[in-house]
């Protein structure tokens, strides 16, 4: 489409600038299919064989062929039997999983503005088609292939699609010829490009797979990164099977040394790898996160990228951006000077891209409120902006801070100029008055954001804003209040060992003053401008950082080197950021937030995305996050501790010249009717006290640090070392399958019991009502437990070496899961007491 005149591009496409009619886009939705590059997902029959492809399966099933071979015939139809059950478990979990992933992607599909039937209208992307006309912004990501009907100023990141990371300069009225290649097609835009500055009207001519972005995307299906947790659990669970194959490899060999029979030594060593290794984690985590991100989207909070949510707890850094976030972002002029009233309100008018038509609302809230000024001064913008034509723009600049246009009208060529009164005073004829910064300075000491407006009368149109000079004809105050309840969530956050640091492109009175009004700044404290940034080095910022509330006058790249600083010193940050420029420091963060109602490279760019624009809502966020850290690393210690006591157990008995305590397909049977029925349902856990009390920690400290370790160490060798005795002074008042059904049945009771205690971090007597509360899903799970229990050793004893036991016998079951609650509520006890004080 490129070498066709826009005339001839409407032509072939069958459409006119007024769009096409509803009618005719539905017929197009059925030809072309929707606008998205479909995502490959695998087949359920693949999902259900994978369940069988872990290691610790394959290992289990050579178990039970080995059983079959060497004539444990019951043995075999146990481990298989057992395999198919935990496959349809994790089949099931990952089905559930996948399909609360998928509902919550689509919660958040960008939308883009068409014409349809000659009015504008708002659609998701999925229903753009060939032919529609589409109206894109400063900030938009172009979302489908696009020949220019119109466009101004425009610029276009296209790093996506050429790898060269200079935006592009666009131009609608270009006609090439038809070889040009893709990086010269100056006048189309490009699926999945971003626009860094101006706006442009054009035409759909392919969507889809059909777009130069799903060519490529057919060639490469990328898989997800693995998220930092599952790397973590990934590197740990394979130094912890290492360490479980030399344990048992020297146990086989002791075994045998003691005249024991090599086929069961050799089963009980794979059975107990497998039971021991705590496989279902992963799948855990990921119900973990699914749920904490189905309780996020409840509360304004819309998770795009899954592992994100692992992090969100751990934030010790929130960088914000001010406007819309921590103010209202409903601006209103508050204040202004004037020294040439006609030419202000010429500035205001003409300089001004914004709109307000049958009540709407169209443009950026600071020109917005603009025109209600205009309106409330009695000044007809509408009627001006009719009388002074439009012949050259320049959008508003990042770096330079300021917008231009150039009007024609019967008194001549005319520039007018807004921006910061420091970009401006630079271009003045003659030295800025004095007058000008002490008027600039008092306006922003009362919290009001400044723009300065200049005029320049020209003889032509000129090649650069820089060849400019201007006259300033005013000053303009507007207020932007702070949002209700940011005041208490910066306290909230700050209680919570979470330092906020505002970064924002207003002057440094302005930026100060808003800090003050919700807290974010107080004696003590510093407030920098950007350009001073570039007096430290890294780690001397570092050190500032500690103490730095309020950075103003940033650019894109001073938030950029904030958060890559702080990362760097091992520091986690959350960036808040709703424009195209926030978009690299939002790549980079820990976990970079979107705002709503921002612009859709900001959406990309960002792992979640808050509807409602508001600190409160991170803030909350983040005590979503602590919550969702903490049950997954309760989870850990659950399964860790009940691996390491069944370990503990079978060695002390062997290293003791005892017979096995607990045979190879008892400890799988174990392994499904407490770690499979119960570690589920973590996820589900509510939060003891408040989380914003406590101060942040380290993912790696909570997951697997020295406390947890000495928790899972505890618990282990309590169970291992009690139910050794146990089952010592069992073999010498009952035969030995008596005193191996008893240990079966009590090591099953004994897990329960540490699924049970390690729900809260509260000892468990403290409130037992509130106890319970926590998560009732925990008892559900014993319930299932029990029942399948029961039905093991009442109907099918011979399939687990079990034999049924008398009334005199029973009591010996609950002997050691007794021991086991109460020595873990003790050392609760004492943790709480400590706390306490």
């Not at 921006?419 to 008027?439: Q, R």
């Not at 904030?562 to 986690?572: A, F, G, R, T």
Request: glycine letters at 6%; proline letters at 4%.
């Amino acid at each position: 489409m490129h070498n066709f005149s826009v005339e001839q591009v409407l032509s072939i496409l069958k459409t006119d600038i007024n769009g096409l009619s509803q009618e005719e886009s539905k017929e197009r939705l059925k030809i072309y299919g929707p606008n998205e590059i479909e995502e490959k997902e695998e087949s359920k029959l693949k999902i259900f064989l994978r369940q069988f492809t872990s290691p610790f399966i394959i290992i289990l099933m050579v178990a039970g062929l080995l059983a079959f071979f060497l004539g444990g015939l019951k043995d075999g139809l146990v481990v298989y039997g057992l395999l198919l059950i935990n496959g349809f478990i994790g089949f099931y979990q990952e089905i559930k999983a996948l399909a609360s992933v998928k509902a919550l992607k689509n919660l958040t599909l960008p939308t883009v503005r068409v014409l349809r039937d000659g009015k504008e209208i708002e659609i998701n992307i999925k229903e753009l088609v060939p032919g529609d006309i589409v109206l894109l912004f400063e900030g938009d990501v172009v979302p489908a292939d696009i020949r220019l009907i119109e466009s101004v100023g425009l610029m276009v990141d296209e790093a996506i699609l050429t790898g060269e990371s200079i935006p592009v300069e666009k131009n609608a009225s270009i006609i090439l010829n038809q070889d040009v290649p893709v990086h010269e097609r100056i006048n189309i835009l490009f699926k999945g490009t971003t626009i860094v500055r101006g706006k442009a009207i054009g035409v759909v001519f392919a969507t889809g797979e059909n777009t130069e972005l799903g060519k490529i995307a057919k060639r490469m299906q990328e898989k997800p990164p693995e998220s930092p947790l599952t790397k973590a659990l990934g590197d740990f669970g394979k130094k912890w099977i290492f360490v479980l194959i030399l344990i048992l490899t020297f146990l086989v060999i002791i075994g045998i040394l003691q005249g024991r029979e090599a086929k069961s030594l050799v089963f009980f060593a794979i059975a107990q790898l497998v039971s021991a290794v705590p496989e279902g984690l992963p799948i855990v985590v990921t119900i973990a996160l699914v749920v904490g991100a189905i309780r996020l989207s409840k509360e304004k909070v819309l998770v795009k990228h899954l592992p994100a949510v692992e992090t969100l707890g751990s934030a010790t850094y929130i960088c914000s951006d001010k406007t819309g976030t921590i103010t209202v972002g409903k601006l209103r002029v508050e204040d202004y000077v004037s020294y040439n009233k006609e030419k202000l309100y010429l500035a205001a008018a003409l300089c001004n891209d914004a709109e307000i038509y049958d009540g709407k609302e169209k443009g950026d809230p600071l020109e917005i409120s603009l025109l209600y000024w205009l309106e409330k001064e009695g000044i007809d913008w509408n009627y001006l902006r009719n009388k002074y034509e439009k012949i050259w723009e320049h959008p508003f600049d990042t770096k330079l801070r300021l917008m231009a246009v150039v009007v024609k009208s019967d008194v001549g060529i005319e520039l007018y100029i807004k921006g910061a009164l420091e970009s401006l005073s630079t271009m003045c004829e003659s030295a800025c008055p004095e007058e000008v910064f002490t008027n600039h300075d008092k306006l922003a000491e009362e919290g009001l954001r400044v723009l300065a407006f200049g005029y320049a009368k020209l003889d032509k149109v000129p090649e650069s804003i820089k060849d400019v000079k201007i006259n300033l004809v005013g000053l303009v105050g507007f207020l932007d209040p702070p949002k209700e309840g940011v005041k208490e969530s910066v306290e909230i956050a700050k209680n919570a060992g979470i330092r906020v640091i505002m970064i924002t492109g207003d002057n440094l009175l302005t930026a100060k003053a808003i800090a003050k009004m919700v807290s974010i700044f107080s004696d003590g404290d510093i407030a920098i401008e950007g350009k001073d940034l570039e007096k430290y080095s890294d780690k001397e910022l570092y050190q500032h950082l500690k103490n730095i509330t309020v950075v103003a006058r940033a650019t894109p790249e001073d938030k950029y080197r904030i958060v890559k600083v702080l990362q760097s010193n091992k520091e986690i940050v959350a960036v808040t950021g709703d424009g195209v420029n926030d978009v690299p420091a939002l790549r980079v963060a820990d976990l970079g937030v979107a705002m709503g109602s921002g612009s859709q490279a900001a959406k990309d760019a960002a792992k979640m995305i808050i509807t409602d624009n508001n600190l409160s809502i991170i803030v909350n966020a983040v005590k979503s996050g602590r919550l969702i850290t903490k049950n997954i690393s309760k989870v850990i210690r659950y399964l860790l501790s009940t691996n390491l006591f069944e370990l503990t157990y079978n060695s002390l008995a062997i290293l003791m010249g005892l017979p096995l305590p607990l045979y190879a397909t008892q400890i799988l049977w174990i392994n499904l009717v407490t770690d499979g029925v119960q570690d589920k349902a973590y996820p589900f856990t509510k939060y003891e006290g408040d989380p914003m009390k406590e101060k942040p920690k380290k993912p790696e400290k909570v997951f697997t640090g020295k406390e947890q370790f000495i928790k899972v160490a505890y618990n282990g060798l309590i169970m291992g070392i009690s139910h050794f005795f146990l089952f010592k002074y069992l073999l010498n008042i009952y035969s030995y399958e008596v005193a191996l059904t008893l240990s079966f049945i009590s090591a099953v009771i004994s897990q329960w019991s540490v699924g049970i205690q390690e729900i809260g971090e509260k000892p468990f007597f403290k409130n037992p009502i509130e106890y319970i509360k926590l998560n009732p899903y925990i008892y559900l799970g014993i319930f299932i437990g029990v029942i399948l229990q029961i039905i093991a050793i009442s109907l099918i004893p011979h399939y687990f070496h079990a034999v049924k036991l008398t009334i005199n016998e029973l009591p010996y079951i609950f002997i050691i899961p007794f021991i086991t609650f109460i020595m873990i509520e003790i050392r609760k006890w004492i943790s709480y007491l400590k706390s306490a004080k």
